[in-house]
Protein backbone atom coordinates (compact mmCIF):
# COMPACT_ATOMS: atom_id res chain seq x y z
CA UNK A 1 0.00 0.00 0.00
CA UNK A 2 1.10 3.18 -0.70
CA UNK A 3 0.57 6.65 0.87
CA UNK A 4 0.72 9.93 -0.55
CA UNK A 5 0.08 13.20 0.89
CA UNK A 6 0.54 16.56 -0.64
CA UNK A 7 2.06 19.86 1.32
CA UNK A 8 2.54 23.25 -0.47
CA UNK A 9 -0.77 24.95 -1.67
CA UNK A 10 -1.91 28.34 -0.69
CA UNK A 11 -2.92 31.44 -1.85
CA UNK A 12 -0.43 33.93 -4.49
CA UNK A 13 -0.44 36.60 -6.85
CA UNK A 14 -0.78 36.00 -10.74
CA UNK A 15 3.26 35.75 -11.33
CA UNK A 16 3.92 34.50 -7.76
CA UNK A 17 5.59 30.90 -7.25
CA UNK A 18 4.40 28.13 -5.07
CA UNK A 19 6.46 24.45 -4.51
CA UNK A 20 3.96 22.09 -4.16
CA UNK A 21 5.65 18.61 -2.56
CA UNK A 22 4.31 15.03 -2.25
CA UNK A 23 5.83 12.53 0.13
CA UNK A 24 4.79 8.88 -0.08
CA UNK A 25 5.17 6.05 2.29
CA UNK A 26 5.39 2.05 1.16
CA UNK A 27 7.80 0.09 -0.48
CA UNK A 28 9.14 1.13 -3.86
CA UNK A 29 8.58 4.61 -4.73
CA UNK A 30 11.98 4.98 -6.74
CA UNK A 31 10.63 2.54 -9.10
CA UNK A 32 7.25 4.31 -9.55
CA UNK A 33 6.34 6.44 -12.32
CA UNK A 34 4.80 9.68 -10.37
CA UNK A 35 2.48 12.48 -11.82
CA UNK A 36 0.82 15.40 -10.68
CA UNK A 37 -2.83 16.43 -11.87
CA UNK A 38 -5.20 19.13 -10.76
CA UNK A 39 -9.09 19.74 -10.92
CA UNK A 40 -10.42 23.06 -10.90
CA UNK A 41 -14.77 23.13 -9.92
CA UNK A 42 -16.76 22.19 -12.48
CA UNK A 43 -13.96 20.70 -14.62
CA UNK A 44 -12.29 17.87 -15.23
CA UNK A 45 -9.45 16.54 -13.67
CA UNK A 46 -6.20 17.06 -15.91
CA UNK A 47 -2.72 16.18 -15.94
CA UNK A 48 0.05 18.65 -15.60
CA UNK A 49 3.43 16.53 -15.40
CA UNK A 50 4.84 13.37 -14.59
CA UNK A 51 7.78 12.13 -14.13
CA UNK A 52 9.66 8.33 -14.47
CA UNK A 53 11.86 6.16 -12.51
CA UNK A 54 14.86 7.07 -14.24
CA UNK A 55 14.01 10.94 -14.27
CA UNK A 56 12.47 11.29 -17.91
CA UNK A 57 9.72 14.14 -17.51
CA UNK A 58 6.39 15.26 -19.73
CA UNK A 59 4.42 18.77 -18.89
CA UNK A 60 1.19 19.39 -20.69
CA UNK A 61 1.26 22.15 -22.53
CA UNK A 62 -0.32 24.99 -20.63
CA UNK A 63 2.84 24.77 -17.82
CA UNK A 64 6.30 24.06 -19.88
CA UNK A 65 8.16 26.53 -19.37
CA UNK A 66 6.45 27.51 -15.95
CA UNK A 67 6.31 24.31 -13.58
CA UNK A 68 9.22 21.72 -12.95
CA UNK A 69 8.61 18.27 -11.61
CA UNK A 70 11.11 16.18 -9.84
CA UNK A 71 11.64 13.53 -7.32
CA UNK A 72 14.24 12.77 -5.04
CA UNK A 73 13.98 8.97 -4.46
CA UNK A 74 16.28 9.19 -1.10
CA UNK A 75 13.14 11.35 0.67
CA UNK A 76 9.72 9.75 -1.31
CA UNK A 77 9.25 12.77 -2.22
CA UNK A 78 7.93 14.11 -5.14
CA UNK A 79 7.72 18.03 -6.01
CA UNK A 80 6.10 20.34 -8.79
CA UNK A 81 7.90 23.97 -9.20
CA UNK A 82 5.70 26.14 -10.18
CA UNK A 83 6.60 29.65 -11.21
CA UNK A 84 4.59 32.52 -12.88
CA UNK A 85 1.66 31.61 -12.09
CA UNK A 86 -1.41 32.40 -13.79
CA UNK A 87 -5.31 32.57 -12.30
CA UNK A 88 -5.94 30.18 -14.66
CA UNK A 89 -3.97 27.85 -12.69
CA UNK A 90 -6.56 28.27 -9.49
CA UNK A 91 -7.16 24.10 -8.87
CA UNK A 92 -6.39 21.44 -6.41
CA UNK A 93 -3.77 19.71 -6.97
CA UNK A 94 -3.09 15.82 -6.68
CA UNK A 95 -0.09 13.61 -6.57
CA UNK A 96 -0.22 10.35 -7.95
CA UNK A 97 1.27 7.03 -8.22
CA UNK A 98 1.79 3.77 -10.57
CA UNK A 99 4.13 1.22 -9.93
CA UNK A 100 6.08 -0.62 -12.71
CA UNK A 101 5.88 -1.13 -15.41
CA UNK A 102 5.23 1.98 -16.88
CA UNK A 103 6.74 4.82 -18.77
CA UNK A 104 7.15 8.44 -18.89
CA UNK A 105 5.62 9.78 -20.68
CA UNK A 106 3.09 7.62 -21.65
CA UNK A 107 -0.55 6.60 -21.07
CA UNK A 108 -1.05 5.05 -17.76
CA UNK A 109 -3.77 4.57 -14.92
CA UNK A 110 -2.40 5.62 -11.71
CA UNK A 111 -3.45 3.62 -8.78
CA UNK A 112 -2.69 5.58 -6.08
CA UNK A 113 -3.56 9.56 -5.27
CA UNK A 114 -2.99 12.06 -2.34
CA UNK A 115 -5.95 13.92 -0.75
CA UNK A 116 -4.91 17.24 -2.51
CA UNK A 117 -3.74 20.28 -2.00
CA UNK A 118 -5.18 23.67 -2.70
CA UNK A 119 -3.84 26.45 -5.07
CA UNK A 120 -5.16 30.02 -5.40
CA UNK A 121 -3.70 32.39 -7.80
CA UNK A 122 -5.45 35.91 -7.91
CA UNK A 123 -4.95 39.08 -10.43
Known amino acids: QVLLVESGGGSVQSGGSLRLSCVAS????????MAWFRQSPGKQREAVAAIGSGGTKSYTDYVKGRFTISRDSAKNTLYLQMNSLKPEDTAMYYC?????????????????WGQGTQVTVSS
Open 26 to 33: GYGFRDFC
Open 96 to 112: AAVPPPCAVPGEMAYNY
